[in-house]
């Protein structure tokens, strides 16, 4: 019901910047949270950031002060900054939408999107 556009993801240097871009599209009268999360190999999926419909933000521990989140809700599309990356935030990154308001009524949770690849390395 839900379709999922990311982008940003690549190669980048200790020290360098990355900024990741989600748009959503599909059956959405209103997206209430929306953020990322990361899973780096070995490990479970983590917190990155999320980001309510009226701006709140909210930051895992490892990012705070790095990474910054942001969104446009006309668009349905959600951006992260990130700064000063370290190879420990190598990791596929996933678009989630919290939870999102559907037309003619109806609620949905916990939409997925396909994760793109950002990896920091010399």
């Known amino acids: 019901q839900v379709q999922f556009v990311e982008s940003g993801g690549g190669l980048v240097q200790p020290g360098g910047s990355l900024k990741l871009s989600c748009a959503a599209s599909?059956?959405?009268?209103?997206?209430?949270?929306m953020g990322w999360y990361r899973q780096a190999p070995g490990k479970q999926r983590e917190l990155v950031a999320t980001i309510t419909h009226s701006g709140s933000a909210k930051y895992g521990d490892s990012v705070k002060d790095r990474f910054t989140i942001s969104r446009d809700n006309a668009k349905n599309t959600v951006w992260m900054q990130m700064n000063s990356l370290k190879p420990e935030d190598t990791a596929i990154y996933y678009c989630?939408?919290?939870?999102?308001?559907?037309?003619?009524?109806?609620?949905?949770?916990?939409?997925w999107g396909q994760g793109t690849q950002v990896t920091v390395s010399s």
């Open positions: 599909g059956r959405i009268e209103k997206i209430f949270a």
């Open positions: 989630k939408i919290e939870s999102l308001y559907l037309p003619g009524g109806g609620y949905l949770s916990d939409s």
